[in-house]
């Protein structure tokens, strides 16, 4: 009898209160498991590509089909320092197929194989509204107020497109505005076990365009966050694990209305943050920061949709997804400190 067992967990390598006893911190969020063979239900019709596996491997493999519920989480982690490789957070889905004659007995690992997969979301069809954020600021004996305004071009970006920030500035004071700072943060909330946030910039900015009193200055800075960038910093949320080729940052997490939060395990946001530079009466030791957020999301790009292929094609995306299993077990020199997916 062949059982196929779908698992989802969020795991935490040690966690603070239980770090002296050396434990493993893990917490199975949804569970569900479904006889694979003999089949228990009417078979689903077969895709093209399990047709073609069937064809490539024979009669002893069985197909199944399984679906996400809509309130479960995106897969996400937290990348752990070197030093703290055994510390890994994040939320993994996992699918354990194996043999067995009583489902309550203890499953060897030598009658089991399993798979750890990803779940993604993809961005809304329809965005929200453009951010735009603007703020006025007084300062001590001055008569008229700093003004700083900020738009981004849309509310959704998607991995890998520049966001251009134009930042307009009215300075009706009898101060200099010294320097322009943009930056994109992200912040990851661990909802599952407490309410943690970390909080990383993962693209900057500057501008050291001065801003006369009684002027007003329009200018737009880009930014690009990518992981590429950002390789080396602690604790920054990822779509999957820092050794896979296909990872970037965590995507924007979307929470649909009647779901709990503490299921979602980690929620992710994003933000642009503008920073003016004052100096004041001292110069810069005394300087001033007047800023604003914008809040936007990062996201996928939904694929388009693709009409069934023919034989060729379906050969080609088989050996692709064969190639990836062959990637994902090539050393990377920047990835030996990395936490593994077979862990």
């Given at each position: 009898?062949?059982?196929?067992?779908?698992?989802?967990?969020?795991?935490?390598?040690?966690?603070?209160?239980?770090?002296?006893?050396?434990?493993?911190?893990?917490?199975?969020l949804f569970f569900s498991r479904l006889q694979v063979f003999p089949p228990?239900?009417?078979?689903?019709?077969?895709?093209?590509?399990?047709?073609?596996?069937?064809?490539?491997?024979?009669?002893?493999?069985?197909?199944?089909?399984?679906?996400?519920?809509?309130?479960?989480?995106?897969?996400?982690c937290l990348q752990p320092a070197p030093r703290d490789v055994d510390k890994?957070?994040?939320?993994?889905?996992?699918?354990?197929?194996?043999?067995?004659?009583?489902?309550?007995?203890?499953?060897?690992?030598?009658?089991?194989?399993?798979?750890?997969?990803?779940?993604?979301?993809?961005?809304?069809?329809?965005?929200?509204?453009?951010?735009?954020?603007?703020?006025?600021?007084?300062?001590?004996?001055?008569?008229?107020?700093?003004?700083?305004?900020?738009?981004?071009?849309?509310?959704?970006?998607?991995?890998?497109?520049?966001?251009?920030?134009?930042?307009?500035?009215?300075?009706?004071?009898?101060?200099?505005?010294?320097?322009i700072k943009v930056q994109v943060e992200q912040v990851a909330n661990v909802?599952?076990?407490?309410?943690?946030?970390?909080?990383?910039?993962?693209?900057?900015?500057?501008?050291?365009?001065?801003?006369?009193?009684?002027?007003?200055?329009?200018?737009?800075?880009?930014?690009?966050?990518?992981?590429?960038?950002?390789?080396?910093?602690?604790?920054?949320?990822?779509?999957?694990?820092?050794?896979?080729?296909?990872?970037?940052?965590?995507?924007?997490?979307?929470?649909?209305?009647?779901?709990?939060?503490?299921?979602?395990?980690?929620?992710?946001?994003?933000?642009?943050?503008?920073?003016?530079?004052?100096?004041?009466?001292?110069?810069?030791?005394?300087?001033?920061?007047?800023?604003?957020?914008?809040?936007?999301?990062?996201?996928?790009?939904?694929?388009?949709?693709?009409?069934?292929?023919?034989?060729?094609?379906?050969?080609?995306?088989?050996?692709?997804?064969?190639?990836?299993?062959?990637?994902?077990?090539?050393?990377?020199?920047?990835?030996?400190?990395?936490?593994?997916?077979?862990?």
């Amino acid at each position: 009898m062949v059982l196929y067992w779908w698992i989802l967990l969020l795991s935490r390598g040690k966690k603070e209160d239980i770090d002296v006893m050396g434990l493993t911190f893990r917490r199975d969020l949804f569970f569900s498991r479904l006889q694979v063979f003999p089949p228990a239900d009417k078979p689903e019709p077969l895709t093209h590509l399990q047709e073609s596996l069937l064809k490539k491997l024979g009669k002893n493999a069985y197909p199944f089909f399984f679906t996400f519920p809509d309130y479960l989480p995106c897969s996400v982690c937290l990348q752990p320092a070197p030093r703290d490789v055994d510390k890994t957070c994040g939320v993994d889905f996992e699918v354990k197929a194996f043999s067995t004659e009583n489902v309550e007995e203890r499953i060897h690992k030598r009658n089991s194989a399993r798979l750890l997969i990803r779940k993604v979301q993809y961005a809304p069809e329809e965005p929200g509204p453009q951010p735009c954020a603007e703020t006025t600021w007084q300062f001590f004996m001055s008569s008229k107020p700093l003004q700083l305004k900020a738009c981004l071009s849309k509310e959704v970006y998607y991995h890998g497109e520049p966001i251009p920030v134009t930042v307009t500035i009215n300075n009706s004071t009898e101060k200099t505005v010294k320097k322009i700072k943009v930056q994109v943060e992200q912040v990851a909330n661990v909802v599952l076990y407490s309410s943690d946030y970390y909080t990383k910039v993962v693209a900057a900015e500057e501008a050291q365009e001065k801003v006369q009193p009684n002027s007003s200055l329009t200018k737009t800075l880009t930014l690009l966050p990518l992981l590429a960038n950002n390789r080396e910093t602690r604790e920054i949320a990822l779509d999957g694990k820092l050794k896979d080729e296909d990872t970037n940052l965590a995507s924007s997490t979307i929470i649909k209305d009647g779901i709990d939060k503490t299921v979602m395990g980690i929620l992710v946001s994003y933000k642009v943050k503008v920073k003016l530079t004052v100096p004041g009466m001292l110069g810069d030791l005394t300087s001033s920061e007047v800023g604003t957020e914008l809040p936007f999301r990062l996201m996928h790009p939904k694929p388009e949709e693709r009409s069934p292929a023919g034989k060729d094609g379906e050969a080609e995306l088989v050996f692709e997804e064969f190639a990836r299993q062959q990637l994902k077990n090539t050393p990377d020199e920047e990835d030996k400190n990395s936490p593994s997916t077979d862990e």
